[in-house]
């Protein structure tokens, strides 16, 4: 019974050893097209978290109109704004609060001197901060809140806004295009030489048919030195990922250009990373070797 | 134990390769099966060790309909039947003990019978000695007598050998015979043997079956080559 599980282990760790040359080319498929997805999935998933932070800090500033101050209005404006399909949160900020936000965003005690007796004549409005759940809709929401009586004025940063945002997805929806595509010619690539390594035993199958061994006795082994072929050729790309994101977290201090480009925090994320790479490695070695070995399974009856 | 009834076979490319075959071979038999090249005696062993399947009739092996079985049930049917093959069909990276082995193996033998066993078989091909060895280091006559020991490890009733003694020289092919004979005589194996080596056919005689343009010409109980002059 235990040999039924040990045998075709042991036999897939032969098949490895015994073709070597083969299995080790095959291996080397793996390496390179693991480095490559590796590659772009670290630099995709970096770039699609910054976009979505950026997208989301988006926000529609509402002020309300001076006359419309009181805490029942309020309510209603508040109300009116959230039953806007799309509106993923309303926050409201007092007319103190925005003064001394301002006042705050002086470095210079001077300034926030200068500015102080005005607190007592506030000049600021009472105002909500609008995030939207879609980017692409800011506009269009920012339009139905301004219909809203006792709404002074609505800022969404304009066009500038709404052109950054779409320019995010687009960067987004393109690099998960290519990496989809770049995975499955990874595939092909690597499932067409492990197809090589076992095309050159072709013979063998026959021979092991002719034996009188049933066709999952045979492919066992062939699956397993398949998924081998996968984590052989994985060491290399987990080691450069592993060690090599760590190396430019440190060097780069974490972010790029500016913080808004910040990167995500190596742990544990690489663990992540590392996990996809090898489940892909795993996976990719074991259907290539299970349908090349299915095709020659049938070459002969 | 053989039987095969108004079997055709016509294969998908158009060549027609056997007409209207009816045989009846008996436990513990030895026969021959001659004939020229082309006379479709590579296609009734493929017919017989479920390679292929006929076009027409009924193929009965062991009590086994080879004809009709699925793919997948194939090669469990061949364990009741050893096939021997002129390119002897050894798995190259496996040595002489993990090739007889194996037959072995993929029956779930435990380890141990395993062990015994193709002792046992080698010694009756007479190769105690070369359990280490790769197939590619022993002479054409030794590997012949592996791949008998293979095909016999786990005692089939019926030995197919498409021509054992193809690719050997008079002297060796004496010996794979009379080791056939041996088997034939002390395991009481039917062996079903295609040849187109007539020196052999006439020195050790047996039942003859003759095959021509993909019909049989003569099935002949006290052996011998009858020449046909067309």
């Not at chain 1, 990496?179 to 499955?184: G, Y």
């Not at chain 1, 996809?276 to 490695?281: D, E």
């Not at chain 2, 779930?108 to 046992?120: A, F, G, K, P, Q």
């Not at chain 2, 003759?210 to 009858?226: C, F, M, P, R, S």
Request: some cysteine.
């Amino acid at each position: 019974m235990i040999s039924r599980i040990w045998r075709p282990i042991r036999d897939g760790f032969k098949g490895f050893v015994r073709h070597g040359a083969m299995a080790l080319s095959s291996s080397v498929a793996v390496t390179i097209t693991l480095i490559i997805i590796g590659i772009f999935g670290v630099f995709m998933t970096n770039v699609s978290r910054f976009t979505e932070g950026l997208e989301q800090s988006v926000q529609i500033s509402v002020k309300v109109d001076y006359d419309y101050e009181a805490a029942s209005e309020e309510d209603r404006i508040s109300l009116a704004i959230a039953g806007i399909p799309g509106v993923r949160a309303v926050n409201y900020s007092s007319k103190a609060d925005e003064f001394e936000y301002y006042i705050n965003s002086f470095n210079d005690e001077k300034m926030k001197e200068a500015y102080a007796p005005f607190r007592d004549d506030n000049p600021m409005h009472d105002a909500f901060y609008v995030e939207v759940s879609d980017g692409t809709q800011l506009e269009n929401i920012a339009a139905q809140i301004e219909k809203i009586e006792g709404v002074e004025e609505v800022n969404f940063g304009g066009l500038s806004a709404v052109k950054m945002v779409a320019a995010m997805r687009s960067i987004r929806l393109g690099g998960t295009v290519l990496a989809l595509a770049l995975s499955l010619l990874a595939i092909f690539l690597i499932q067409n030489t492990i197809k090589l390594t076992i095309m050159a035993r072709a013979d063998e199958i026959a021979i092991m048919r002719n034996v009188g061994a049933r066709n999952s006795y045979i492919r066992s082994p062939f699956v397993i030195e398949g998924m081998i072929i996968g984590i052989v050729g994985a060491l290399i790309p987990i080691a450069m990922i592993f060690f090599g994101y760590r190396y430019l977290y440190e060097i780069t201090g974490g972010y790029v250009i500016s913080r808004m480009f910040s990167l995500i925090e190596p742990f544990p994320y690489i663990w992540q990373v590392c996990g996809v790479l090898l489940a892909i490695s795993i996976l990719v070695g074991l259907i290539g070797s299970f349908l090349s070995v299915n095709k020659y399974l049938r070459w002969k009856r | 134990m053989i039987e095969c009834t108004h079997v055709y076979k016509k294969y998908k490319k158009g060549v027609n390769a056997l007409f209207d075959i009816n045989l009846k071979i008996d436990q513990g038999e030895f026969v021959y099966i001659i004939g020229p090249t082309g006379s479709g005696k590579s296609t009734l062993i493929k017919l017989l060790d479920g390679e292929e399947i006929p076009t027409k009739g009924d193929v009965y092996v062991v009590g086994i309909d080879v004809g009709r079985l699925r793919h997948s049930k194939v090669p469990i049917y061949r364990r009741n039947i050893g096939v021997v093959f002129q390119d002897f069909r050894l798995l190259p990276s496996k040595t002489v003990f993990e090739n007889i082995a194996y037959a072995l193996e993929v029956i779930n033998m435990s380890s141990d019978l395993i062990r015994r066993r193709v002792r046992e078989v080698m010694n009756l091909v007479g190769l105690d000695d070369k359990g280490n060895a790769l197939p590619g280091e022993l002479s054409g006559g030794q590997q012949q007598r592996v791949a008998i020991a293979r095909a016999i490890a786990n005692r089939p009733k019926v030995l197919i050998a498409d021509e054992p003694t193809g690719n050997l020289d008079p002297a060796m092919s004496d010996e794979i015979m009379t080791l056939l004979e041996k088997i034939n005589r002390e395991y009481g194996t039917t062996i079903l043997m295609v040849t187109h080596d007539l020196a052999l056919v006439n020195k050790h005689r047996k039942r003859t079956i003759a095959l021509e343009h993909g019909h049989i010409t003569a099935d002949l109980k006290e052996g011998g080559y009858v020449q046909h002059d067309q």
